[in-house]
């Protein structure tokens, strides 16, 4: 099973841009959701920040991101554009595919339901 690949991370001072890529080799199998989610330090849980249905191209997004970060999809490539960069959006940023069980558009699948997951790209952001 291939895995996600993610690109477009770095560092920024605080109020830049970034935009996030994930490429899915296999994404007729992967695209019915996807998500982008972060971990920002070792040993910290994952937050989920936002998902996108295909069907509809609903998204969703975490409180702490709304209205800052966009998220998108095309084809095979899972975008995540980061507006107004603030030192607290410091990261590791992952995509995740390939949902288990069935969700209605708008739902928010459990980090568990995601069996594909990509190695992570490093956002970080100076004040």
Known sequence: QARPVESGGGSVQTGGS???SCEVSDYTRMDYCM???RRQAPGEEREEIADI???DGTA???DSV???FTI???GNILYLQL????PGDTAMYYCAADVAGYYYSGDTPRETDFRA?????QVTVSA
């Open 18 to 20: 970034l935009k996030l």
């Open 60 to 62: 969703s997004y975490a």
């Open 83 to 86: 507006n107004g960069l603030k």
């Open 53 to 55: 249905y295909r069907r």
């Open 72 to 74: 998108s999809l095309d």
């Open 117 to 121: 997951w990509g190695q992570g790209t």
């Open 66 to 68: 709304q209205g800052r």
């Open 35 to 37: 998500g982008w989610f």
